[in-house]
């Protein structure tokens, strides 16, 4: 196993950090590494707003209801981007409608998850913190308005980083038969039934956000959070839409 493998098994979420500022250069470091990210055609269809302003990150930590993402020190905003190519056709000359087609969303927001996960390895091998937020879908054209995000831009998923200030224990997964599938979709005959094992570790788990409190078991959690009842987070694509998506 080398350095980087160890990381990435030793990952964890760290919502707590120290008031240490993340120097200026390791920021440099970061985006220079985000910038060699893999993307789809290569056309580099997403972008990230680094939020310094501390009065929007405070509003963003409201729109998510986590009070302590106002207090990192580093807030990332990960975004769709194809207002680029949208203004690079312009000015060819050449229709702007394409860069809005799904097949270009679906690019973009899966090149923006990809520098994301770059950034968050690269930022725990240098012994950062990392706390993915994909609770700016709680209220997506709180983002758009809040930063003017021009068309043929989406929010994506937020990351705060910084020095750890907590040392969560490492959350448990499922067994890997049941995540990692062989030429198929492997089912095994009752999904209940075969994560009960994860289900007894899960309950033994706990999770910083809620006062040390152990977690409920995985498959209650689904019965939790798939309830039915829609949310903010269900108009995506709408807002999508608005954004200039054909969706």
Same mark, same amino acid.
């Given at each position: 196993?080398?350095?980087?493998?160890?990381?990435?098994?030793?990952?964890?979420?760290?919502?707590?950090?120290?008031?240490?500022?993340?120097?200026?250069?390791?920021?440099?470091?970061?985006?220079?590494?985000?910038?060699?990210?893999?993307?789809?055609? /290569?056309?580099?269809?997403?972008?990230?707003?680094?939020?310094?302003?501390?009065?929007?990150?405070?509003?963003?930590?409201?729109?998510?209801?986590?009070?302590?993402?106002?207090?990192?020190?580093?807030?990332?905003?990960?975004?769709?981007?194809?207002?680029?190519?949208?203004?690079?056709?312009?000015?060819?000359?050449?229709?702007?409608?394409?860069?809005?087609?799904?097949?270009?969303?679906?690019?973009?927001?899966?090149?923006?998850?990809?520098?994301?996960?770059?950034?968050?390895?690269?930022?725990?091998?240098? /012994?950062?913190?990392?706390?993915?937020? /994909?609770?700016?879908?709680?209220?997506?054209?709180?983002?758009?308005?809040?930063?003017?995000?021009?068309?043929?831009?989406?929010?994506?998923?937020?990351?705060?980083?910084?020095?750890?200030?907590?040392?969560?224990?490492?959350?448990?997964?499922?067994? #890997?038969?049941?995540?990692?599938?062989?030429?198929?979709?492997?089912?095994?005959?009752?999904?209940?039934?075969?994560?009960?094992?994860?289900?007894?570790?899960?309950?033994?788990?706990?999770?910083?956000?809620?006062?040390?409190?152990?977690?409920?078991?995985?498959?209650?959690?689904?019965?939790?959070?798939?309830?039915?009842?829609?949310?903010? #987070?269900?108009?995506?694509?709408?807002?999508? #839409?608005?954004?200039?998506?054909?969706?």
């Amino acid at each position: 196993m080398n350095d980087t493998i160890s990381t990435q098994l030793n990952h964890r979420t760290i919502r707590e950090f120290t008031d240490e500022a993340v120097p200026h250069e390791v920021l440099e470091q970061l985006f220079d590494v985000v910038m060699r990210t893999p993307s789809s055609l /290569g056309m580099q269809g997403a972008s990230i707003i680094h939020v310094t302003d501390r009065e929007l990150q405070r509003r963003f930590a409201e729109v998510g209801n986590q009070e302590y993402v106002g207090r990192a020190p580093v807030y990332l905003l990960y975004i769709v981007d194809l207002h680029r190519a949208a203004k690079v056709l312009e000015e060819a000359g050449r229709p702007t409608e394409p860069a809005g087609y799904p097949r270009n969303f679906i690019a973009g927001f899966t090149d923006a998850c990809l520098m994301a996960q770059n950034i968050c390895v690269a930022a725990e091998s240098l /012994g950062l913190g990392v706390n993915y937020l /994909g609770n700016v879908h709680n209220d997506a054209q709180a983002f758009i308005d809040a930063l003017n995000l021009p068309s043929l831009t989406f929010p994506v998923v937020g990351m705060t980083l910084g020095y750890p200030n907590q040392e969560p224990q490492l959350k448990p997964r499922m067994p #890997r038969e049941l995540r990692v599938f062989e030429n198929g979709y492997a089912e095994p005959e009752n999904w209940t039934a075969a994560l009960a094992n994860y289900d007894a570790e899960m309950t033994t788990y706990y999770d910083l956000r809620d006062a040390n409190r152990r977690v409920d078991s995985f498959t209650r959690q689904i019965l939790g959070k798939f309830a039915g009842e829609q949310d903010r #987070r269900d108009q995506t694509i709408s807002l999508a #839409r608005a954004q200039g998506f054909d969706l």
